[in-house]
């Protein structure tokens, strides 16, 4: 799987024609309401939720996509971390995700949290320290759903573990 970071979008968004003037950060120009691009016209609490459905290596993504995105996916009302491999075969494990993860959870600010959607390969016992201390950064944001885990086996004979708040 290729991953792109926003110091990427330059390179990606080389070829993309300048930004048209008028334009306010925060929502979209008239022009561009009554014409094709009806996502930039929802509010930021409507694409926080829209947000809340991608896996969040894609939300976190979003922000290259224009200024106003920039910043939009640390408020996200979900998180989905380690479900964007598709198949639970290709799951990161704690090891590949600690580096994300902690980035990701600092960098939200402390904006609360509906769910969370944890799905990562078991590797060794001591990554279950940063395990612990995201559940708890999460609960500590007011995830309102309840608890589940999952234990599956792989083909490799690896456990998969799956937390949804």
Same mark, same amino acid.
């Not at 968004?13 to 008028?22: D, Q």
């Not at 290596?57 to 979900?78: F, I, N, P, Q, Y």
């Given at each position: ?17 300048p930004r ?17 691009d009806f ?24 922000? &290259? +996509?224009? $200024?106003?995105? !920039?910043?939009?996916?640390? /408020?996200?009302? *979900?998180? #989905? ?28 600010n402390g ?26 950064? &999460? +609960?500590? $944001?007011?995830? !309102?759903?309840?608890?589940? /885990?999952?234990? *599956?086996? #792989? ?11």
């Amino acid at each position: 799987m290729v991953r792109y970071s926003c110091a990427d979008a330059p390179l990606m968004f080389a070829g993309m024609p300048p930004r048209e003037k008028g334009k306010v950060d925060g929502g979209a120009s008239p022009e561009v309401c009554g014409g094709e691009d009806f996502i930039s016209a929802l509010p930021d609490d409507a694409l926080h939720h829209v947000l809340s459905f991608l896996p969040a290596e894609d939300a976190v993504r979003t922000c &290259v +996509l224009a $200024r106003r995105w !920039r910043h939009l996916w640390k /408020s996200a009302t *979900g998180l #989905r971390i380690g479900c964007g491999a598709g198949k639970e075969d290709e799951l990161p494990s704690l090891d590949e995700l600690r580096h994300f993860v902690n980035h990701l959870l600092l960098r939200r600010n402390g904006s609360s949290i509906r769910t969370c959607e944890l799905r990562f390969r078991y590797t060794r016992p001591r990554d279950y320290d940063y395990l612990c201390l995201w559940i708890r950064h &999460v +609960l500590d $944001r007011g995830v !309102r759903v309840g608890l589940s /885990s999952s234990r *599956g086996r #792989r083909r490799s004979g690896a456990d998969n573990v799956f937390f949804i708040f």
